[in-house]
Structures are given as C-alpha cells and as structure tokens.
C-alpha cells in the first residue's frame, strides 16, 4: 500500500544536518528571526519556555522534543523576566561549541539539543503547507536517540555521512509527523491521513496519480457522498480535493523533469492525454514551461 506521508518526505529530500548543544542559566532569553528551513530540538534536562510566532507558547521539560518544519520567528527563554537577545541565524555564525545563554558559569537549568537541516527539493515551498507548522511532543525517547545519532553521525565525518544523515532525518521526520496525525492536528496532510473517511482518497491520489480523478470517484473511495466528502476533505486538509491532485502530480512532474525524464512521458505519469496539455498546465501552475524548468534544472 503506497504511504503518502512517506511520498511526501521522499520527495522533499532533507539532507545537510547542523547540530548544536543549547543551554540557559538564570535570567535569558533570545528571539529568533524567521528562518525558513527545517528545526528541531530534543530536551535533555531541565525546562525553558517556547514561543513560536502564530503558535501558543509552550514549557519544555525534559525529553521534550520540538519540530518547526519551516521555522518562523520564535523566542525561547528561562522562567525569569529578561529582555531578549536579537539573533539572525542567516547572519550569525554556526558555532563550533555549546551555545550557553543567560549566566555563563555554573550549572545549567536546562540544556538541549538542537539543530537544523535543509530540503533538497524546490517543491518545498509547494509541499510544506501540507505538514503542520509546530510539531511538540513529550517523553520522545525515540525522537531524542534520533537526534542524538544525527549530532554523532554529522560530527564524525566518517564515510557514507551523507547517507546515513539523510536517511536518520527521514526516520526523525516520519516518527514526528506521524506521531502528530489526529483530529488535534492543523489542517494539512497530517490529520488528512488521521481521518478515517479522508485518508483512503488520498492513499488512492498517491497510488494512482494519472488516473483521470474526480470529486466523484474520490468521494466514492471515501464512502461518502459527493458534497459530504468535498466538504470534509477541504475541511481537513486545508484544500479541496482537486488542488491537493494538483498539487501533487506538479510536484511528482518537477522530480521527473529534474530526472531528464521525457516530456511526453511526463505528461502520461501524472495524468495528462498530450504534452501540450500538460506544458500549459504546468506553466500555469509552475509559472514557466516545463522545458525550460527542465534546462534550469540541469544548470
């Protein structure tokens, strides 16, 4: 059975891993300018507050573990009053060491790891709307032993880093995101796949992407009537059922056009009878022909 979420991720390609250790002690706090890549952190021991901007503000305590998909702005600080400290990570230097805040000496309140890492896709933009903008979750131990793995595996520098890395942030984003499905969820595809009368029309847009789908037959996998399910699948995933189609073979259609395979190929393998339809499809929904998309991509 073909898993979407797996799909999605494949296709999005994290690659690139930076970790970090983070403390804090006393009076601290920093804010964080909007970075748009991928973050995550894992809490060691202790407890800081977390304020992500659109989200409500949350305590971290021990074992604690925190992605930010595309990491906007965010604060984290002790339980005493401070003022924060500006940081810009498109700006500031990676550091090399652990990264204390608040009073330098001593013992630490709490500590952290931390990290980032980038999508090797430019369909992230098109597919990141699709997973939750704050996953947050207490007593991960096996999220906590992933981050670990990727600090030691990033730092070692030892042969075949690269796909060991890959493959421990592809494990890290499908124990998070699947760990987040449910009625709980934000709209997306996370809590598409958490609903029992969504998630076959989306598994079956997964495994068939050429087959010439309607709201009717999808509505039909669904057991649902047509404008029940129409109703539902907007509702729960944030868009209706045919962008979301849409949405998916344009991104299926980059990966392969990236791949130098054929156009007119191409256009068979996400649903379209003729290379002409799909060409004006895709530039509109792309904002460029897929053969120059193609000679772009190659350059």
């Known amino acids: 059975m073909i898993d979407p979420l797996s799909e999605v991720i494949a296709l999005l390609r994290p690659r690139t891993v930076f970790t970090k250790g983070i403390s804090g002690a006393g009076r601290w ?12 952190c894992t809490v060691i021991e202790g407890r800081c507050r977390l304020a992500v901007d659109g989200q409500e503000s949350v305590t971290l305590e021990t074992g604690d573990f925190v992605l930010l998909p595309a990491t906007p702005g965010f604060t984290m600080s002790g339980f005493e009053p401070a003022t924060a400290r500006f940081i810009d990570p498109k700006l500031t230097p990676a550091p090399t060491d652990e990264v204390r805040h608040g009073t330098p000496e001593g013992p630490a309140d709490v500590r952290l790891l931390g990290g980032y890492f980038v999508f090797d896709s430019p369909d992230a933009d098109l597919l990141g709307p699709l997973l939750p903008p704050m996953v947050h979750m207490r007593g991960a131990e096996r999220l906590a032993t992933l981050v670990r793995f990727l600090g030691e595996e990033a730092d070692a520098q030892r042969p075949g880093r690269d796909l060991v890395v890959s493959r421990l942030l ?3 984003l499908v124990e998070a995101l699947r760990a987040a499905q449910g009625e709980d969820a934000p709209p997306g595809l996370l809590r598409g796949l958490g609903e029992a009368r969504v998630a076959p029309a989306i598994r079956r847009m997964h495994e068939d992407p050429a087959r010439p789908w309607t709201v009717a037959d999808l509505a039909r996998e669904s057991a649902l009537s047509r404008s029940t399910f129409f109703d539902r699948f907007t509702r729960v995933v944030g868009v209706p059922p045919m962008e979301y189609l849409l949405t998916w073979r344009m991104a299926l259609a980059k990966d392969l056009l990236r791949s130098k395979v054929a156009l007119a190929q191409v256009a068979e393998q996400v649903g379209y009878g003729s290379a002409s339809t799909f060409s004006t499809a895709f530039s509109k929904h792309v904002g460029q022909p897929p053969g120059r998309y193609a000679r772009a991509a190659a350059a």
């Open 170 to 172: 592809e494990l890290l």
């Open 29 to 40: 706090a920093v804010r964080y300018s909007d970075f748009g890549q991928p973050s995550f």
